[in-house]
């Protein structure tokens, strides 16, 4: 059974009321659960469609009709306590945490999937493959496409109903293989935590930007200064590295190597002495990293001075003013996207 709930009326689609459709999802045991958005930012992007449901009914909440806000009546069905099924929950979910809505028990078949199949298979764990694995059925996804340049179409209506359509059989095959093989802990786990991360990246990360300003001005400070150090070691010990031509407008004397150039620096540590090889894979390379060099600095004055310049830089190329730039305008706060499991399922 396909249901519409919405403000105005569709001649294609049986249309039914909110309470009515709120009375029919909480007989189900499990609901089937997604959303469709105008975009795939929660921040600036909003909800067009929800579908709830399973095989046998699938209900879609035309939100777009109700001012893109999700009906009280709804959200209490939501916020209810009953287990969802997503693909995906936590893209999902911080949409939802942005109307008020928590929702606290689910099972997403995309960590399942990811937990059951330990890094094999990648790429191939979204929906329409899990249907063709589980269900034995396809997935039309191209419409998903049209969604952005066409709005809520008949054929976006219909493609939205078939996501929910086979969440509660992909779910219970997936249990059925990790009760097998022990897994079922690890997916409730994960399956717990997912709401404690999407919450984690809707809320973001707050960061005084005069304070962090501060901290940038000075972290460039001490770059300029461990570059002088490291200069004046090279003036003072390699004249052969440094430049005899003085300007009339600097006398200062210049240093010849590029501290960036990891080619330059390497002819200049092999000539004093410093080992860069190593044997990685069976083959020999040169490297000039903080961890390699350490075994040598006692015996190498400038390799912590160099180790110095290089931390110095880190931290002024990655968390320097570039910050600033991934600070949202609207919350004044940092939204980070994480990876919940990589693809070795850790």
Not at 224 to 237: A, G, M, P, R, T
Request: aromatic letters at 12%; charged letters at 25%.
């Amino acid at each position: 059974m396909k249901l519409i709930v919405s403000n105005r009326p569709y001649d294609y689609i049986e249309s039914v009321s909110l309470t009515k459709a709120i009375e029919l999802l909480s007989e189900l045991e499990y609901v089937g659960a997604d959303s469709e958005t105008t975009g795939l930012n929660f921040l600036s992007d909003q909800i067009l469609l929800i579908q709830l449901g399973n095989k046998n009914l699938q209900i879609v909440f035309d939100i777009q009709s109700y001012d893109y806000l999700i009906p009280q009546e709804l959200k209490n069905f939501l916020n209810s306590g009953k287990k969802f099924i997503f693909q995906n929950a936590k893209f999902d979910l911080k949409f939802f945490f942005k109307q008020g809505v928590i929702i606290t028990r689910l099972y997403d078949t995309l960590l399942a999937e990811t937990i059951i199949t330990n890094g094999m298979q990648k790429g191939v764990r979204g929906l329409k493959d899990l249907v063709e694995k589980y269900c034995k059925d396809t997935l039309d996804k191209s419409i998903r496409g049209e969604i952005l340049s066409k709005g809520v179409t008949k054929d976006v209506i219909f493609y939205a109903l078939k996501d929910v359509e086979f969440l509660e059989d992909i779910m219970n095959k997936q249990i059925e293989f990790a009760t097998k093989y022990d897994l079922l802990r690890a997916i409730n786990l994960d399956n717990s935590f997912v709401v404690v991360l999407a919450y984690i990246e809707y809320c973001g990360f707050y960061i005084d930007k005069k304070s962090w300003e501060n901290k940038c001005i000075n972290d460039r400070v001490r770059l300029v200064e461990s570059k002088q150090i490291l200069d004046s070691w090279v003036i003072k010990n390699c004249q052969k590295y440094v430049d005899s031509q003085l300007s009339i407008f600097d006398t200062d004397q210049k240093v010849l190597i590029n501290w960036n150039s990891p080619a330059q620096v390497v002819k200049l540590f092999n000539e004093i002495g410093i080992k860069t090889t190593i044997i990685k894979k069976g083959k020999e390379k040169d490297t000039i990293n903080a961890k390699e060099l350490e075994s040598q600095k006692n015996d190498f004055e400038i390799i912590p001075i160099y180790i110095d310049y290089k931390e110095c830089q880190k931290v002024c190329s990655t968390y320097g003013f570039s910050w600033f730039k991934c600070i949202d305008p609207v919350t004044n706060r940092i939204h980070t996207t994480f990876k919940q499991l990589n693809d070795t399922g850790r």
